[in-house]
């Protein structure tokens, strides 16, 4: 009896480290491991994250803020290597990620108005 109760504790202990999260495993958007590429999109990073839209992406599987930061910053590397045509067609895939969540009805267009308002606001990348 003292064995297996010494083996449990040795087995939890031993799991434990093991199950125990580092930096390296969380997703970089979650974990601010990200160096944007320009200042805007950290701007728009906090915007998104904040606790005012929990509720309109929690009908959404597809965790759009983090998609739509990936593009932005894409974007913001094309328009830093002078690729305008790139960093305007990114921004408008960003914007899309929303316009896709309408469209599947994960949200309605005034949920995300307000987001996509302050997209258009904060980019410098003229998308017309």
């Known amino acids: 009896?003292?064995?297996?109760?010494?083996?449990?504790?040795?087995?939890?202990?031993?799991?434990?480290?093991?199950?125990?999260?580092?930096?390296?495993?969380?997703?970089?958007?979650?974990?601010?491991?990200?160096?944007?590429?320009?200042?805007?999109?950290?701007?728009?990073?906090?915007?998104?994250?904040?606790?005012?839209?929990?509720?309109?992406?929690?009908?959404?599987?597809?965790?759009?803020?983090?998609?739509?930061?990936?593009?932005?910053?894409?974007?913001?590397r094309a328009q830093e290597a002078g690729d305008s045509v790139l960093a305007q067609q990114l921004v408008r895939n960003a914007l899309n990620v929303f316009e896709e969540g309408v469209r599947k009805h994960y949200y309605s267009e005034s949920d995300v108005e307000p987001i996509i308002t302050f997209i258009r606001q904060h980019v410098p990348i003229k998308i017309g």
């Not at 491991?33 to 005012?52: G, H, M, N, P, R």
């Open 1 to 76: 009896m003292r064995v297996t109760a010494v083996l449990c504790a040795l087995s939890l202990a031993i799991g434990g480290i093991a199950l125990m999260p580092s930096s390296l495993e969380a997703a970089g958007w979650i974990s601010g491991a990200d160096a944007y590429a320009a200042s805007w999109v950290k701007d728009i990073e906090q915007e998104l994250l904040k606790k005012d839209y929990r509720n309109v992406y929690a009908s959404d599987p597809r965790t759009p803020q983090a998609s739509v930061l990936r593009k932005l910053d894409e974007a913001a």
